[in-house]
């Protein structure tokens, strides 16, 4: 591998130029290909979600299920009282790349 690919911000420019033309499978595949490409894919997935499904979606099934016809803006709810630490870390994360 070139050596500029070593460079955090190098390659967060690359992920950050795949994702804005469209390209999410492309950068899930860096996100699977290195173990060096794997945190700036990831952030840059993360970071293009407009909703939290995809996060509520990582959790076990047990714990959520798909709401049809709901009129609000989500389609998934949460069954389940879960470990709110865990979510809430995930979502400062989140949260930390939309601000």
């Known amino acids: 591998m070139h050596h500029c690919l070593y460079i955090s911000e190098v390659l967060s420019m690359i992920m950050d130029i795949t994702i804005a033309k469209g390209n999410e499978k492309t950068v899930a595949a860096f996100a699977v290909a290195c173990t060096t490409f794997r945190e700036p894919a990831l ?3 993360w970071r293009a979600q407009s909703t939290l499904g995809f996060l509520i979606k990582c959790m076990p099934s047990s714990l959520w299920e798909v ?3 709901r009129p609000d ?7 389940r009282t879960i470990i709110w630490l865990t979510i809430a870390r995930k979502l400062v994360t989140l949260l930390g790349f939309v601000s």
């Open 43 to 45: 952030n840059v997935l």
């Open 67 to 69: 709401v049809e016809n």
């Open 73 to 79: 803006d989500g389609d998934l709810r949460l069954v």
